[in-house]
């Protein structure tokens, strides 16, 4: 650059034909995605002769929330007709205590496996590995078999015990890879200050930990209230979760298919883990990528 010439200011990229074609693309991928949440929607919110007689992309004449109220309240879910309230209810009851727990422990474990190791726990953490990629079909009947010793059989209890033992090998393997990026340094200059292990987990660990615990948690939760296999296997009568009580609504039989209802009941199943991620979407990303580089 020559003497007296000023730089000008970096000037915004011009929007060339490639990044016009790539924002189409994306655009059109996103309408493809959005396209079965906007019918779901707009059908919930039509009573049955516009669902009947309108086209199934065609806005509500109005806001219509009847099938809402019947979906949580009033829907027959089998030879009950209490809607999807008691189910949603049980969700949440063997949800959060659920989470929390598996979290927690998950925690400890990729603590101690990353920054307090021993003779063994590389091959203890390879036979949790196995929990990760084990089909859960074939836990069903040993985890029947140990659900009835205990007594727990058909429970929220029994139920929240299993997704917390299942759910242990993900969440030590999300937090034993973060804790390996952690400095080794910081966990000895505690050590060397006479911090012992739960301090040093408590107080420095644990407040490093945000990025990764946001994605268990996120992660946790989507696995666990989604989870239909485990929830019509080990629930009772009283402790079904709200994906089997979903599943049931939508295969009693009537005389009259309430297409409306069925889709307001699917998105009452669906808003606890839209209103997650919707929430804290940008979190779990960022968590997602915080352990990915070591310094």
């Known amino acids: 650059m020559s003497a007296g010439t000023v730089s000008s200011p970096s000037q915004p990229r011009s929007f060339t034909f490639q990044r016009l074609l790539l924002w189409a693309a994306l655009?059109?991928?996103?309408?493809?995605?959005?396209?079965?949440?906007?019918?779901?929607?707009?059908?919930?919110?039509?009573?049955?002769?516009?669902?009947?007689?309108?086209?199934?992309?065609?806005?509500p004449s109005g806001l219509n929330f009847d099938a809402w109220a019947k979906a949580w309240g009033t829907a027959c879910t089998g030879v009950e007709c209490n809607g999807l309230k008691p189910f949603f209810l049980n969700s949440m009851m063997m949800v959060l205590p659920a989470v929390a727990v598996s979290t927690a422990i998950g925690a400890i474990n990729g603590y101690v496996l990353a920054k307090w190791t021993f003779r063994g726990s590389e091959t203890m953490f390879a036979f949790l590995l196995f929990g990760?990629?084990?089909?859960?079909?074939?836990?069903?009947?040993?985890?029947?078999?140990?659900?009835?010793?205990?007594?727990?059989?058909?429970?929220?209890?029994g139920l929240m015990l299993v997704h917390i033992v299942c759910g242990i090998p993900s969440t030590t393997l999300f937090f034993r890879n973060y804790y390996v990026g952690l400095p080794q340094e910081l966990v000895k200059a505690a050590m060397l200050d006479g911090a012992s292990f739960w301090?040093?987990?408590?107080?420095?660990?644990?407040?490093?930990?945000?990025?990764?615990?946001?994605?268990?948690?996120?992660?946790?939760?989507?696995?666990?209230?989604?989870?239909?296999?485990?929830?019509?296997?080990?629930?009772?009568?009283?402790?079904?979760?709200?994906?089997?009580?979903?599943?049931?609504?939508?295969?009693t039989s009537s005389t009259v298919k309430e297409y409306n209802v069925d889709m307001a009941a699917a998105l009452i199943a669906a808003l606890p883990t839209l209103f997650v991620y919707v929430v804290a979407g940008k979190y779990f990303v960022r968590g997602l990528t915080a352990g990915a580089v070591k310094g």
Do not use: C, E, H
């Open 132 to 157: 990760v990629f084990m089909p859960l079909q074939v836990v069903l009947l040993p985890m029947s078999q140990v659900l009835g010793w205990m007594g727990l059989a058909s429970s929220i209890w």
């Open 199 to 251: 301090q040093i987990f408590f107080r420095i660990v644990l407040p490093l930990s945000t990025p990764i615990l946001v994605v268990t948690l996120i992660w946790q939760f989507t696995n666990v209230w989604n989870d239909f296999l485990f929830g019509v296997v080990f629930s009772g009568a009283d402790s079904k979760p709200i994906t089997v009580g979903l599943n049931n609504l939508a295969n």
């Open 27 to 59: 655009g059109l991928f996103a309408v493809y995605f959005l396209t079965p949440l906007y019918v779901m929607l707009s059908t919930s919110l039509k009573d049955m002769d516009q669902v009947r007689g309108g086209n199934l992309l065609a806005l």
